[in-house]
Every structure is written in structure tokens, then in C-alpha cells.
């Protein structure tokens, strides 16, 4: 298992303020980090992938589609061409990162709605944007996992029978899906079944409490999530994500108002030793 932490935990951009974090996480035993890119430039995510190395983590990536105007799923051209231009943003910040994977709800604005699930047409520009983001990805040699989340924060996907039929749609080796156990906990039926029908789509997992606390301290039987994903053959990176209070970019979308966890060594820590333990005894 290659284990990483979100840095979510610690905010939505993350400069030199989170040196001795990222210490920590080195010094606990993490493979690598997810970074949050919502905003920036690739010169500063050349400098942190820099950092990281020196840290001895890997990188790996989580974005969003930041609002409604730059929506690569719009039936408005010009809002549309917006969109794909944030898209290429994201990648040229993951090249620069140097990720392994680029993950995410990068298909839809978060805590956007329009009355209905997706259209035919935004199926339809939705896979084509997202092939083009997976040819690019091939050719730099990272791979990317689409986030589908629950229906309280998108309608564009919320469950793996729809993540499966629109990675089936894309149609690229590079292209795949982020599962999370926190949206699956709300959608699915049995994270068993939803974990078989995603199979060898499956790119990143998100290990991520029914609170988004600890992982272990609520309901969510990891134990069996680690057993279904290594009888699908899944041994990719695996990342805690839990969220401390008020994450500017997020909160609107993921109604985090109060702290999760006691403070962030306890996260790091206990998340570290709790999933290292599951997954070998599992």
C-alpha cells in the first residue's frame, strides 16, 4: 500500500507555513501527499514538488472546478472554453508538481445545481474534455482518478454504477476514479458491491471517516473496504482525507464548520497507525 494524507487538513494552499506538518508527515511514514491545487502558479508547485522530494513524499493532486463561469460542462460556449482552460491549469500544475495522479471533483463547480442529474450533452463534453485531459496525463506519465461525490455537493456523478458508465464513456487507460468512502457511505447501498462494479477503475482510494474525522474513530468498516479493494486487484495509493474546520475553498460545498479531530499531530498520527495496521491484517 502506498499511503498519503490529503493536506486539506491543513488548508487550500499550502506554502512554507506548512514545513513542520510536512515534516511530521514525512517522520510518521506517509509515501506521499495529496496537494490541493485550487489557485496558484506552477512555478510555486515546481517549488513545493522540490520541497517534497527533499522530504522523500511523493506528490499526487486533488482540484476542483472553482465556480460556475469557468464550468467545462456549460451549454454556454464561452463559459465552456473557460472551463478546459482551468483544466489545462490544473495540468500544468501537475507537471510542475510532479504528481502521480491528479484527482478530484474536476468535472463540475462544487455545490452547484441545476434541478436535474446530467444531460446527454454533458456527459458528452464532459468525456471529451476529460479524454483530452487523459491523453495529455499519458503522455507525462501520470494517471487520473475523477472524484464522484455525494448528491449534497454535485449531480454530475454520485455513484460508481455512474462513475463506471462515464469512465466506460472517456475510454482511456489514463483516465479512472477517485472512491471515497465518506460520498460512497451516503450513496451506495453496500461499499462492497460499489467497490466491485468501479474493479480496475479504481485509481486513487480516499479513506475518509462518516464525520471526516479520524479514520477508525466512526462507522465506516474499513476492514472490509481494504479486503473488497485487494480482491479487485487494487494496490494503488491509498489517502486519508479529513477536513479541519473551514477550509475557505471547500466550506460552502462540504458544510465543514467544526473541528474534526483534536489537532493535526493526532490526525497524522492515529490516521498513520490505524490504516497501516488494517490494510496488513486485512
Known sequence: MKLG???LCIGGHIDENALPLLNLIAE?????????VMHGTPDHYAWLGALLAEFGLGRAQTSIVPDPDANPLSSD???????LAH???IQDCAEALGSQTVGGPFHAPMGHFTGSGPSVDEISWGAEAHR?????????GYTLALEPLSRFETYFLNTMEQAAAYSKAVDHPAFGIMYDTF??????????????????????????ENDRGIPGTGQIDFATVFRTVKAQGFDGPV????????????????????PLFPDLETLIRESH??????????
Open 77 to 83: 460556449p464561452a463559459i465552456r472554453k473557460r472551463g
Open 132 to 140: 483530452a485531459m487523459a491523453e495529455r496525463a499519458a503522455n507525462h
Open 273 to 282: 497507525t490505524f490504516l497501516r495496521d488494517t490494510w496488513a491484517t486485512t
Open 5 to 7: 494524507i490529503n493536506l
Open 28 to 36: 510518521s511514514g506517509y509515501d506521499h501527499v495529496e496537494v490541493p
Open 183 to 208: 460520498h460512497a457511505n451516503i450513496e451506495e447501498k453496500s461499499q462492497t458491491e460499489a467497490i466491485a462494479t468501479l474493479g480496475r477503475k479504481m485509481h486513487v482510494l480516499h479513506v475518509s
Open 239 to 258: 489517502v486519508v482525507e479529513a477536513f479541519g474546520a473551514g477550509v475557505p475553498e471547500l466550506a460552502a460545498a462540504t458544510r465543514v464548520w467544526r
Open 87 to 89: 483544466l489545462n491549469w
